[in-house]
């Protein structure tokens, strides 16, 4: 069992940062990869990006790369997403997610937090 539960949500204006942490707890040593996704009210949850613990190799969805940012501090079990240049359309409920394998499909990660509000306002 893998235990995540996000930080860092909150309120920002257009052209402004935040950053999201994600800390793990439990057996995260079956769970190599950290992903991010988010999700809007009646939409899919869409993929963000995701980071591997090991190597610490990232990938972006194309719709955030140049913007957003994914980062891990190994010794405490927490991965970050630095967001920047945001604009109204990344509003959602953000979450991270932990599995075995590198991918962008929500249905490959097993564990994940409970979500936390990012809202952009213009």
């Known amino acids: 069992q893998v235990l995540l539960v996000e930080s860092g949500g909150g309120l920002v204006q257009a052209g402004g940062s935040l950053k999201l942490s994600c800390a793990a707890s439990g057996r995260t040593f079956s769970s190599s990869v950290i992903a991010w996704f988010r999700q809007t009210l009646g939409q899919e949850r869409e993929f963000v990006g995701r980071i591997t613990w090991k190597g610490g190799r990232t990938y972006y969805a194309d719709s955030v790369k140049g913007r957003f940012s994914i980062s891990r501090d190994s010794a405490k079990n927490t991965v970050f997403l630095q967001m920047g240049s945001l604009t109204p359309e990344d509003t959602a409920v953000y979450y991270c997610?932990?599995?075995?394998?590198?991918?962008?499909?929500?249905?490959?990660?097993?564990?994940w937090g409970q979500g936390t509000q990012v809202t952009v306002s213009s």
């Open positions: 997610a932990a599995g075995p394998y590198a991918t962008r499909n929500r249905y490959d990660y097993a564990y």
